[in-house]
Protein backbone atom coordinates (compact mmCIF):
# COMPACT_ATOMS: atom_id res chain seq x y z
CA UNK A 1 0.00 0.00 0.00
CA UNK A 2 1.26 3.33 -0.96
CA UNK A 3 0.07 5.42 1.77
CA UNK A 4 -1.26 5.24 5.06
CA UNK A 5 -5.19 6.06 5.77
CA UNK A 6 -5.56 8.93 8.34
CA UNK A 7 -7.53 8.10 10.92
CA UNK A 8 -11.37 9.99 10.43
CA UNK A 9 -10.61 10.03 6.81
CA UNK A 10 -14.64 9.69 5.22
CA UNK A 11 -17.05 9.33 2.67
CA UNK A 12 -20.72 10.26 2.43
CA UNK A 13 -23.19 9.30 -0.02
CA UNK A 14 -26.37 9.95 -0.76
CA UNK A 15 -28.47 7.89 -2.99
CA UNK A 16 -31.98 7.53 -4.13
CA UNK A 17 -33.18 4.21 -2.98
CA UNK A 18 -34.41 1.65 -6.13
CA UNK A 19 -36.93 -0.68 -6.35
CA UNK A 20 -33.94 -3.43 -6.70
CA UNK A 21 -32.98 -2.57 -3.29
CA UNK A 22 -36.51 -3.63 -1.22
CA UNK A 23 -37.01 -6.26 0.09
CA UNK A 24 -37.83 -9.30 -2.24
CA UNK A 25 -39.69 -11.78 -0.01
CA UNK A 26 -42.46 -9.53 0.83
CA UNK A 27 -43.04 -8.56 -2.64
CA UNK A 28 -44.73 -5.38 -3.27
CA UNK A 29 -45.12 -4.72 0.29
CA UNK A 30 -41.09 -5.05 0.00
CA UNK A 31 -40.67 -1.14 -0.84
CA UNK A 32 -38.48 -0.03 1.87
CA UNK A 33 -34.25 -0.76 1.58
CA UNK A 34 -33.58 -4.26 2.56
CA UNK A 35 -30.75 -5.06 5.31
CA UNK A 36 -28.03 -6.32 2.79
CA UNK A 37 -28.86 -3.08 0.34
CA UNK A 38 -27.79 -0.66 3.04
CA UNK A 39 -24.84 -2.83 3.97
CA UNK A 40 -24.01 -2.83 0.73
CA UNK A 41 -23.98 1.07 0.49
CA UNK A 42 -21.93 1.12 3.77
CA UNK A 43 -19.09 -1.07 2.07
CA UNK A 44 -19.43 1.10 -0.91
CA UNK A 45 -19.02 4.97 0.99
CA UNK A 46 -16.14 2.84 3.16
CA UNK A 47 -14.56 1.46 -0.76
CA UNK A 48 -14.53 4.80 -2.00
CA UNK A 49 -13.01 6.58 0.85
CA UNK A 50 -10.01 4.23 1.42
CA UNK A 51 -9.91 4.14 -2.53
CA UNK A 52 -7.33 7.27 -2.78
CA UNK A 53 -4.58 5.96 -0.87
CA UNK A 54 -4.35 2.44 -2.69
CA UNK A 55 -1.62 2.08 -5.67
CA UNK A 56 -3.03 1.65 -9.01
CA UNK A 57 -3.12 -1.95 -9.07
CA UNK A 58 -5.17 -2.34 -5.54
CA UNK A 59 -8.19 -2.44 -4.46
CA UNK A 60 -10.41 -3.16 -1.01
CA UNK A 61 -12.71 -6.13 -0.32
CA UNK A 62 -14.98 -6.18 2.48
CA UNK A 63 -14.25 -9.05 5.18
CA UNK A 64 -16.45 -8.66 8.54
CA UNK A 65 -19.33 -6.59 8.74
CA UNK A 66 -21.21 -5.43 12.42
CA UNK A 67 -23.84 -4.01 11.53
CA UNK A 68 -27.57 -3.11 13.36
CA UNK A 69 -30.66 -2.37 11.38
CA UNK A 70 -33.09 -0.17 13.72
CA UNK A 71 -35.30 1.56 10.83
CA UNK A 72 -36.56 1.84 7.27
CA UNK A 73 -36.65 3.64 4.33
CA UNK A 74 -38.71 4.10 1.96
CA UNK A 75 -38.18 3.30 -1.70
CA UNK A 76 -38.03 5.74 -3.35
CA UNK A 77 -36.58 7.98 -1.18
CA UNK A 78 -32.87 9.61 0.01
CA UNK A 79 -30.73 7.49 1.80
CA UNK A 80 -27.11 8.96 3.56
CA UNK A 81 -24.31 7.05 4.33
CA UNK A 82 -21.07 7.77 6.19
CA UNK A 83 -18.37 5.68 6.90
CA UNK A 84 -15.38 6.90 8.59
CA UNK A 85 -11.85 4.81 8.97
CA UNK A 86 -11.09 4.68 12.44
CA UNK A 87 -7.84 2.07 12.71
CA UNK A 88 -5.58 -0.48 10.62
CA UNK A 89 -6.26 -3.78 12.85
CA UNK A 90 -3.18 -6.42 11.83
CA UNK A 91 -4.14 -6.37 8.23
CA UNK A 92 -7.67 -4.83 8.21
CA UNK A 93 -8.89 -1.70 8.08
CA UNK A 94 -11.74 -0.65 10.18
CA UNK A 95 -14.92 1.78 9.73
CA UNK A 96 -17.56 2.71 11.78
CA UNK A 97 -20.70 2.87 9.39
CA UNK A 98 -23.72 4.05 10.01
CA UNK A 99 -26.84 4.95 7.49
CA UNK A 100 -29.61 7.84 7.75
CA UNK A 101 -33.14 7.64 5.87
CA UNK A 102 -34.49 10.97 4.25
CA UNK A 103 -36.11 12.08 7.80
CA UNK A 104 -32.93 12.20 9.28
CA UNK A 105 -33.89 9.33 11.11
CA UNK A 106 -30.66 6.56 12.02
CA UNK A 107 -31.44 3.99 9.88
CA UNK A 108 -28.41 1.27 10.49
CA UNK A 109 -24.95 1.95 12.27
CA UNK A 110 -21.85 0.10 13.47
CA UNK A 111 -18.61 -1.35 11.79
CA UNK A 112 -17.37 -2.91 8.66
CA UNK A 113 -13.53 -4.14 7.95
CA UNK A 114 -12.09 -3.93 4.32
CA UNK A 115 -8.65 -5.94 3.30
CA UNK A 116 -6.38 -4.21 0.66
CA UNK A 117 -6.27 -7.09 -2.57
CA UNK A 118 -3.39 -6.84 -5.08
CA UNK A 119 -5.60 -6.67 -8.25
CA UNK A 120 -2.83 -8.69 -10.27
CA UNK A 121 -3.60 -11.48 -8.21
CA UNK A 122 -6.87 -11.58 -8.25
CA UNK A 123 -7.12 -11.47 -12.27
CA UNK A 124 -8.03 -7.89 -12.38
CA UNK A 125 -6.41 -4.67 -13.77
Known sequence: MAREVP????????????PDMGVAHLGPRGKVV???AM???MEQASLLAIAPFLD????????KVCISHTAAARIPSQVTVRSRFTEFTGRRYV??????????KRMGEGTHE?????????GGS
Do not use: C, H, M, W
Not at 7 to 18: C, P, Q, R, Y
Not at 95 to 104: C, I, Q
Open 7 to 18: AGTSKELIVTST
Open 95 to 104: FEVEAFNEDG
Open 56 to 63: QDESSVGT
Open 114 to 122: RAIIDLKRF
Open 34 to 36: STP
Open 39 to 41: IGL
